[in-house]
């Protein structure tokens, strides 16, 4: 079964009824673009950048990201790259970055609200992504948005680099990983091009439990209906305005959760890597509306344990 899977790893998930939903991958290296593409993705739905960032003894200058962004975007030949800016706080420190002790991190200066107030370090990122989409398909997302404000800062950032450098638009979209973020969604989707639900962050915010916490490991399940549930809004929302949703969080990857995923009509799951061919197989074996069955169910379940009991049809 796991060779077949493996055969199999270049052919898009199409459901048993020809629906289709695209396989991306998320990523966290320049080298990690090529290995996407051989594990069978169809993309990569999340850059993360903070990799460039962590390690060294200085912030990477615009020039090196160009590069190694260039490098991603030609490795993944005509794929789409959605690139993340940098989303540093929370759990993630940088040794050249003295912030201020926070007593709360995770709820602190933490992913656009410290590149909004760093703009030495988010205007070189944004120059980079707009000139590395001369090459290919790049699109821009935003991690950690809880206001619209927030978006709108970071839009104008970006709207102004583009204006300077005369670079051609991108697409924008942002990180749903707040549920504020969800409760607004409608007012968000009239102004994203799309979303792509961060599930590890939401999951933490929506049961207030700290996604790192040994002692919560077992609780903090993004199969947790109140997650999904707030999933099914932010789809909803979207569809209204005609954009699509993605699913980059660990939900994406884990097969019942891709499964519930398409049912509840996301478009696009990305995942890391040794996820990719068992996803698409198990997408395979599944029909729309069997997925959308089992969505239902799911969105009626009351714990975690409950959903990852279900079984699809
Ligand atoms: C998430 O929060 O689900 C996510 C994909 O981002 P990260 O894990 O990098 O915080
Ligand atoms: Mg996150």
Redesign the pocket.
Known sequence: RRDVENENRYQPAILTDGHRVEVVANIGKVAEAAAAVEAGAEGIG?L?TEFFFLDREAPPTEEEQYQAYTEMVRALNGLPLIIRTL?IGGDKVLPYLTLPEEENPFLGVRGIRLCLRRPDLFIPQLRAIYRAAQHGPVKIMFPMIATLEDFHAAREAAEKVRAELGAAPVEMGIMV?VPSTVVMAAEFAKEVDFFSI?????TQYTLAMDRLHPALAKHVDGLHPAVLRLIDLTVKAATKEGKWVGV???VAGDPLGASILTGLGVAELSMSLPSVAAVKARLRDLSLPAAENLARMALKCSTAEQVRALQPA
């Open positions: 999340l993360r989303d990983e961060g599930t590890n962050d939401l980059c969080g660990g």
